[in-house]
């Protein structure tokens, strides 16, 4: 899945309207978290998928990205190269075992 992550601007402008509060709770899931400062409490939202890319048949292990591509690296053995704009995967390099890293 490819998610929409905030700006660094976007980022520091949420945590500038708390000031020099804490996060209060958090959890594994970014919209679960919250922000306390002066009495007040405001959820952080979560951004959403935006698109999901199939074809790896195990688990991803690895992401890598630039431009309009994605890398990826999974346990099915494959390096597949993504085109964002087309949502396809554009290459599948079989590596002959596990990849756990790409760059």
């Known amino acids: 899945k490819v998610w ?3 700006t660094a601007s ?17 959890s594994n899931r970014p ?8 009495g007040k409490t405001q959820a952080i939202k979560e951004r959403g998928c935006t698109c999901t ?10 992401v890598a990205w630039g431009g309009d ?3 990826s690296g999974s ?4 390096v ?3 085109d964002v704009e087309t949502q396809t995967c554009a290459t599948t390099l079989s590596a002959g075992h596990a990849v756990t890293s790409v760059a």
């Open 80 to 82: 597949r190269e993504w």
């Open 31 to 38: 919209d679960k978290a919250k922000k306390q400062a002066s």
């Open 69 to 71: 591509a994605v890398v």
């Open 10 to 26: 976007q980022v520091a402008d949420a945590l500038a309207a708390f000031g020099d509060g804490a996060i209060t709770e958090a």
């Open 75 to 78: 346990w099915d053995h494959t």
């Open 4 to 6: 929409a992550a905030p």
């Open 53 to 62: 890319l199939l074809g790896h048949t195990q688990a991803v292990s690895s």
